[in-house]
């Protein structure tokens, strides 16, 4: 079966370059975004997932989401509330965004760039390029270890 193209992971460009007068007011109910509009709540999560993304945020290299340092967290935190209008009791709802998409990026990475190849060269030509070499390496070094294979 082919597979269907898709267009990849977005950069959020619009959001990144957006203004505050543009900035989307996100509704929540029981913790959950709901609105006001699907397109919102879309583009509240595509955003979360691009910043866990960019390693100058957050990088792949902690062994947990709970060894992120707090002011990483609160970074990223700030960054969200510069493009989105969000109650503070969301708060808790992000930070668990932030944490999902960060584990769900990381076990991509090492299933598309680390266990689909058998050496390091290979490894490293075909490595996301959004992921400096410097921290690859470390990355294929740690899933290389007994005690985590």
């Not at 959950?32 to 997932?49: C, E, I, Y």
């Not at 060894?67 to 209008?85: A, C, L, R, S, T």
């Amino acid at each position: 079966k082919e597979q269907k193209k898709t267009r990849g992971k977005t950069n959020c460009k619009r959001l990144h370059s957006s203004y505050f007068k543009d900035f989307e007011v996100v509704e929540f109910y029981e913790g959950q975004p709901v609105g006001p509009t699907k397109k919102v709540v879309s583009n509240l999560r595509a955003f979360v997932g691009m910043v866990v993304r960019n390693p100058q945020w957050v990088t792949l290299l902690y062994t947990s989401w709970h060894g992120v340092p707090d002011k990483d967290k609160e970074d990223m935190w700030d960054y969200i509330n510069q493009k989105f209008i969000l109650p503070i009791e969301s708060k808790k709802w992000v930070m668990q965004a932030l944490c999902r998409a960060w584990k769900k990026y990381k076990g991509e990475v090492k299933q598309n760039h680390f266990m689909k190849y058998k050496t390091t060269k290979r490894m490293l030509k075909n490595r996301p390029l959004e992921i400096p070499e410097v921290q690859f390496r470390k990355l294929i070094w740690y899933w290389r270890l007994p005690e985590i294979k």
